[in-house]
């Protein structure tokens, strides 16, 4: 049994962690602003993460084995967690994404070479530049450089003494019906039972998918039966591009899917990107972590997508 933090944890995959943590024999404790409280037998601190003395005073003297931050967005927030947790926590493992890798978002980044799936050491969080006094608590602001933001939390993190660090870099999560807030494959859905045109690149390339359950493993996996450090990707095996996408959802539906050139960049719906955005998964593999293949899950999250009610 260890004992383990989630900070958020409150929504989709970070509620399922919580859930399996605890089936799992762990003692669990998880911290939001009160929006939704965990499940029986799951402790529950209320503080809100970007306070630092409310933060300190909610935990108290406890000390976990490991930290899940599934709520780090942003330099300021990871620098917070970095002063409150050091000395507190053997280890911590910060929920990442893909989108650190997107070379629309930052200069530095340049396309994957011939296509191929980006690794881990694409992006280096131990030479990533940080800038704390950038307008990190504008909303808007954060909005626009959410990849920005989670590559300076991930280097902020990173730099720390105190504990052993890891982030985990999902692929698109996907699954979960109504539990899938994005709503980015219930655009396929709908508009495919619909008859209604997928805007898409006319040179598409592909991205990597998981599906949430899976996440919630890996994640369980990475806080308590692994001590591997640094960046690690997350993606089922399967890269696929939007089209292949919407004929998987073709395929639950009956119904061939309509397509329409995006006219300008940006246009194209969720998922169509005229870029490689790819992962490798090999690290986690050398881990021990095994995936599933996307074409293995993508039918039963298409059919509990077009189940869900209509946004």
């Known amino acids: 049994m260890q004992r383990i933090c989630v900070i958020g ?48 005073a909610a935990l108290g003297p406890r000390t976990f084995d490991t930290v899940v931050d599934q709520v780090c967005y942003t330099p300021v927030q990871a620098a917070i967690a970095a002063r409150v947790f050091a000395g507190r926590t053997r280890r911590y493992v910060l929920t990442s994404t893909i989108e650190v890798y997107d070379p629309q978002t930052a200069a530095a980044l340049p396309a994957a070479p011939d296509g191929s799936p980006v690794s881990e050491q694409a992006v280096d969080p131990a030479a990533w530049p940080v800038d704390l006094d950038l307008p990190w608590h504008d909303a ?29 870099r999902s692929a698109h999560v996907l699954g979960g019906g109504a539990e899938e807030f994005t709503g980015r494959l219930a655009h396929y859905t709908h508009r495919v039972s619909r008859g209604e045109p997928v805007t898409v690149y006319a040179a598409e390339r592909p991205t990597v998918f ?33 089209q292949a996408l919407a004929g998987a959802v073709a395929a639950q539906t009956g119904r061939a899917p309509r397509f329409r050139a995006a006219a300008a960049p940006g246009a194209a719906s969720p998922f169509s990107f005229d870029r490689h955005y790819a992962m490798s998964n090999a690290r986690a593999k050398e881990l021990g972590f095994t995936f599933s293949r996307t074409a293995d899950w993508l039918p039963a999250a298409v059919t509990e997508a077009l189940a869900a009610p209509t946004p």
């Open 9 to 56: 944890g409150s929504r989709y995959f970070g509620k399922l962690l919580v859930q399996r943590l605890r089936a799992a024999g762990h003692r669990v404790t998880v911290i939001n602003r009160g929006s939704s409280r965990p499940p029986a037998g799951v402790e529950h601190l209320v503080a809100d993460r970007d306070d630092e003395a409310a933060l300190l």
């Open 140 to 168: 808007a602001y954060l909005e626009a450089h959410y990849a920005e933001g989670k590559r300076q939390a991930e280097a902020v993190l990173t730099r720390v003494g105190g504990f052993t660090f890891a982030s985990v």
């Open 210 to 242: 998981i599906h949430y359950r899976e996440l919630a493993a890996l994640l369980l996996w990475a806080a308590t039966e692994t001590d591997f450090s640094g960046p690690l990707n997350a993606c089922s095996d399967g890269p696929l591009d939007a």
